[in-house]
C-alpha cells in the first residue's frame, strides 16, 4: 500500500507541473487547470489509502460540505469578482494549515513525542498560516468594498507595532519548542498572528490589491509546504512549494510592474476607493466630452487602435461587445491591438482572463513593454475604465504617490478616446492629467453600452 501511495503521489506531481505549463497561455489555461486539479484529485485518494486514516464519516463530510460550498460559488462568481474570489479561497488554504498545527498540539503537548523540526514546521505554518488567512479576509473586505479601499494604519507606528506583534508570536512558538506544553502558549500565537495577518493588510490601499493577493497566496503555499514537512506528506510539501514559488516569483514581478519594492507595499501602501477628485489639482480645467457617433467615425478611418482595457471594462462586462467593435474595425481595415499592463484590474492577469474569455486572438494581447513603441505610431487609443496605468504623472510628477511607475503611452497616441462613467479617480485615488489632454475625448457612460452604440455608429458607415 505504501508503493501505491508514493507511485500515486509521483503520478500527480507530475500532474502538478503540467498543469502549471498550461497556464502560460490563454489557449492551454482551462487545460493546465483541469490536469492541475486531476493531480490534485489523485493526491487526495493516495492520502487517503495511508494507512491509520480513519474518522471517515467526518472525512466524507468534510468533502460533502467543501464540494457543496465550493462548486456553486466558483461557477456563480462574476469575472468582477473573481480577485475577491481568490482572496477568500487563499485564506482558506491558511487557515487550515494553521489548525491542523493547533490540533497535533493538542494531540500532543507541546509536540513533546516528536523531533525539534516536527515543532518548529508546525509552529511555522501556524504563524503564516494565520497570517495568510486573516490578511486575505482583509483583503476580500477592501475588494468587496465592505471596507474602506483607502489604507488604514497608525502611520510611522504601524510598522513598529506589526514588528513586535511578529516577535511576540515567535517568542511564544520558540517557548512551544523549548517544551512548554500550556495550549495558552499556542492559542496566544495564533490570536497574535491573526492580528497581525490583518494590520498587516489593513494599511495597504486598493493600488496595491494586486500584489498583496500574490502576496499572501505565497504565504499559504510556504505554510503548506510546512505541515507538508511536519506531517511527512509529500503532496503537501510539492504542491505547497510550487505555489510559495509561484506566489513569490508573481509578487516580485508584480511590485516590478508598478517600480515599488515589496517592504515598501508591506509598510503601508497607498490607493483608495476611486473616490471622486473631480479636476484634482487641475484647477480650471475641462474635458472635452464626445459621442458613439464621433468615437466611431475617428476609429473607422484609423490605420491602427490599441484598446487599453482595465477595471472599468471588467464592471461593465464589455469584454465581448470589445471583441464585436474590434471585429467590425478590422473588417474596414483597421489594425487592432491590446495594451496590457501587468497591474490592470484587481489581480494579476485579469484583463488577460477577460479577453480571453471573449475570444480575442493571443497574439493581439501586447504586454506593455511590447506595445509601449507603439503608441506614437497609433492614431487612436481607446482607454475603457483604465486610469492609474495610463496616468502620464508617473513619468511627469515627482510629486505623484505613482512617480516612477511604469505605465501604458497613451499620451503618445495622436487620438485619446476615453471611456468611463464619471470623473472618479482609481484605485490610487488621484487625479489623472490624461484626461485633460487637448487629444483626449470622453465618452461617459457605463462602457458596455457605449461600446455597442459605437459599433452601431460604424456600422452605418
Known amino acids: 500500500m505504501q508503493t501505491l501511495v508514493v507511485s500515486l503521489y509521483i503520478v500527480s506531481f507530475a500532474l502538478f507541473i503540467y498543469g502549471l505549463m498550461g497556464l502560460t497561455g490563454p489557449k492551454t489555461a482551462v487545460r493546465g487547470n483541469w490536469i492541475a486539479a486531476v493531480g490534485m484529485g489523485i493526491a487526495l485518494v493516495a492520502t487517503l489509502l495511508i494507512p491509520g486514516i480513519s474518522n471517515w464519516v467526518l472525512i466524507g463530510l468534510g468533502i460533502v460540505i467543501g464540494t457543496l460550498l ?3 460559488s466558483a461557477k456563480k462568481v462574476k469575472m468582477t ?3 475577491q474570489m481568490v482572496a477568500l479561497f487563499n485564506g482558506v488554504g491558511g487557515g487550515t494549515v494553521a489548525l491542523v498545527a493547533w490540533v497535533e498540539f493538542r494531540d500532543d503537548p507541546g509536540y513533546s513525542t516528536h523531533p525539534t523540526y516536527f515543532a518548529v514546521a508546525s509552529l511555522f505554518s501556524l504563524i503564516i498560516g494565520s497570517v495568510s488567512f486573516w490578511g486575505s479576509l482583509v483583503a476580500f473586505g477592501k475588494l468587496q468594498e465592505i471596507l474602506p479601499g483607502s489604507p488604514i494604519g497608525l502611520g510611522r507606528a504601524q510598522s513598529a507595532l506589526n514588528g513586535l506583534l511578529l516577535v511576540a508570536a515567535i517568542v511564544l512558538a520558540v517557548l512551544i519548542v523549548l517544551g512548554g506544553t500550556n495550549e495558552l502558549l499556542i492559542i496566544g500565537a495564533l490570536l497574535l498572528s491573526a ?7 489593513l494599511p495597504i490601499g ?8 500574490s502576496l499572501l497566496n505565497a504565504f499559504t503555499g510556504l505554510a503548506a509546504a510546512a505541515t507538508g514537512l511536519a506531517l511527512s506528506n ?8 510550487i505555489v510559495g514559488a509561484s506566489g513569490s516569483i508573481l509578487t516580485d514581478q508584480m511590485a516590478k510592474a508598478m517600480n515599488r519594492s515589496i517592504p515598501s507595499i508591506v509598510a503601508g501602501g497607498f490607493g483608495g476607493s476611486g473616490a471622486a477628485v473631480g479636476g484634482g489639482d487641475g484647477g480650471d480645467r475641462t474635458v472635452k466630452a464626445t459621442s458613439a457617433s464621433d468615437a466611431a467615425i475617428l476609429m473607422a478611418y484609423a490605420e491602427q487602435v490599441v484598446v487599453v482595457p482595465g477595471y472599468g471594462m471588467a464592471v461593465a462586462q464589455a469584454q465581448h461587445a470589445v471583441k464585436d467593435m474590434a471585429k467590425l474595425l478590422e473588417s474596414k481595415g483597421v489594425t487592432v491591438k491590446y495594451a496590457i499592463h501587468p497591474v490592470a484590474g484587481r489581480m494579476p492577469g485579469h484583463m488577460n482572463v477577460l479577453l480571453a474569455e471573449a475570444d480575442v486572438p493571443y497574439d493581439q494581447l501586447k504586454e506593455m513593454d511590447d506595445i509601449n513603441g507603439d503608441f506614437a505610431r497609433t492614431d487612436v487609443a481607446l482607454v475603457i475604465g483604465a486610469n492609474d496605468v495610463t496616468n502620464p504623472a508617473a513619468r511627469n510628477d515627482p510629486s505623484s504617490p505613482i512617480h516612477g511607475m511604469p505605465i501604458l503611452n497613451v499620451d503618445e497616441a495622436r487620438q485619446i478616446i476615453v471611456l468611463k462613467r464619471s470623473m472618479n479617480s482609481g484605485f490610487a485615488g488621484i487625479d489623472n492629467p490624461l484626461f485633460y ?3 483626449t475625448s470622453m465618452l461617459f457612460g457605463d462602457a458596455k453600452k457605449s461600446v455597442t452604440e459605437v459599433t452601431e455608429e460604424l456600422k452605418a458607415l
Do not use: R, Y
Request: aromatic residues 0%.
Open 437 to 439: 489632454d487637448d487629444k
Open 206 to 213: 486598493g493600488a496595491d490589491m494586486p500584489v498583496v493577493i
Open 234 to 241: 509529500t503532496a503537501m510539501i510539492v504542491a505547497g512549494m
Open 70 to 72: 465550493g462548486v456553486p
Open 195 to 201: 492580528v497581525l495577518g490583518v494590520m498587516v493588510v
Open 81 to 83: 469578482a473573481m480577485p
